[in-house]
């Protein structure tokens, strides 16, 4: 089974940027949907953004124009360019690739 591990995450302000990574254990070329979640404290975990095999993007309303998901297979690793981040953006954030996830990275966005 695939390891995921995340990192980027960290505390900013409104209006600044961050990009995570998720690095797979192994290539993740031919997997169909890789994810980014969220789970905020009190709340459901729910998807931000997806690509899938075919570089096909789903963003969520809230993200949609800030967020850029994006895959480099070669490096096994999956990105989140996060831009504009607001005080409703901090949340836990976890990968998937397929069925796998990783263990998340805490985005803390405060002023």
């Known amino acids: 089974q695939v390891q995921l591990v995340e990192s980027g995450g960290g505390l900013v302000q409104p209006g600044e940027s961050l990009k995570l990574s998720c690095t797979a254990s192994?290539?993740?070329?031919?997997?169909?949907?890789t994810s980014w979640y969220r789970q905020a404290p009190g709340k459901e975990r729910e998807l931000v953004a997806t690509?899938?095999?075919?570089?096909?993007?789903l963003y969520a309303d809230s993200v949609e124009g800030r967020f850029t998901i994006s895959r480099d297979d070669a490096k096994n690793t999956l990105y989140l360019q996060m831009n504009d981040l607001r005080l409703g953006d901090t949340a836990v954030y976890y990968c998937?690739?397929?069925?796998?996830w990783g263990q998340g990275t805490q985005v803390t966005v405060s002023s």
């Open positions: 192994e290539s993740i070329s031919k997997a169909f949907v």
């Open positions: 690509i899938t095999s075919a570089d096909t993007t």
């Open positions: 998937a690739v397929d069925t796998c």
